[in-house]
């Protein structure tokens, strides 16, 4: 007869202060019928004391079904899905990162790009020296380089990080005036910079839809992480200058307006 530990059990002391000796029970050769026996004894005599643990003794000795997820990696990782690529024209990192997502990112670099060279062709305006608002020169030049193109910068990456492959398109040439008969140049130009927001923000609204698609959580996470809350924040800032422009009109105020720009983080 074969002994099967169901689990461990515990007994009082000999002092009786109330602490608790764990006793194990297992099956060994050579093992004397009168230990087992005193073992028993105990088991069950202080198992209904504290109603906790059993032992049971079988000839027959039953397989255990395991229960819960079983995680077999160098079984699973023989799916195709798992293979690593040896040819050097693909990528090793990609993994669930559907075409259609990969196409979005590039026309997103693309939009991104596009914002960037109008603001700069607006910097370029107000730096000439017949305008003179260098205010606005500032804050287009940055809204240029630190925004967009840093944003169009950030989607390159996220596009190699995914094991895609970075496409540019054609930049469409921007104007290079903008000076409005009833508007004047500054609120022009202004108005014209919300309504770019607005676009890039509809642009990765859509983005996001592709990513949802696809049940790409990472990517979604991606975009709503790093642009989401920084573009309506930008929309709100704009926003607000050209209510403030509207109020200014197109004479000494704009100046003002300018410095206030100019001066801005100082």
């Not at 002391?13 to 004894?41: E, P, V």
């Not at 690529?85 to 670099?109: C, G, T």
Request: net charge negative; with cysteine.
């Amino acid at each position: 007869m074969s002994l099967r530990l169901i689990s461990t059990f515990s007994i009082p002391n000999k002092q009786g202060d109330g602490a608790m000796s764990s006793l194990l029970l297992c099956s060994k050769a050579g093992s004397s019928s009168s230990a087992l026996s005193r073992a028993f004894s105990l088991s069950f005599s202080e198992q209904r004391k504290i109603n906790k643990f059993a032992v049971s003794a079988s000839n027959e000795t039953k397989t255990v079904a395991l229960t819960g997820v079983v995680f077999e990696p160098f079984e699973e990782v023989k799916s195709d899905a798992f293979c690593v690529p040896v040819s050097p024209l693909l990528s090793l990192a990609r993994q669930r990162y559907a075409d259609e997502s990969e196409a979005a990112i590039n026309e997103q670099i693309n939009v991104e790009y596009n914002v960037s060279y109008v603001y700069h062709a607006l910097f370029a305006y107000f730096d000439r020296d017949n305008i003179a608002l260098k205010g606005l020169a500032k804050f287009f030049k940055e809204s240029s380089e630190e925004e967009e193109r840093e944003h169009a910068e950030k989607f390159m990456k996220y596009q190699n990080t995914r094991g895609g492959r970075v496409k540019l398109h054609s930049i469409i040439e921007p104007p290079s005036e903008f000076d409005h008969a009833e508007k004047g140049d500054a609120l022009y130009a202004m108005e014209l910079a919300l309504s770019l927001e607005k676009l890039t923000n509809e642009k990765l609204l859509s983005l996001h839809k592709v990513a949802e698609h696809n049940n790409d959580a990472q990517m979604t996470d991606f975009i709503e992480s790093e642009f989401l809350t920084e573009q309506v924040e930008a929309i709100k800032k704009i926003a607000e200058y050209v209510t403030q422009l509207r109020r200014v009109g197109k004479g000494h105020g704009v100046w003002h307006f300018d410095q206030s720009l100019l001066h801005e983080g100082a």
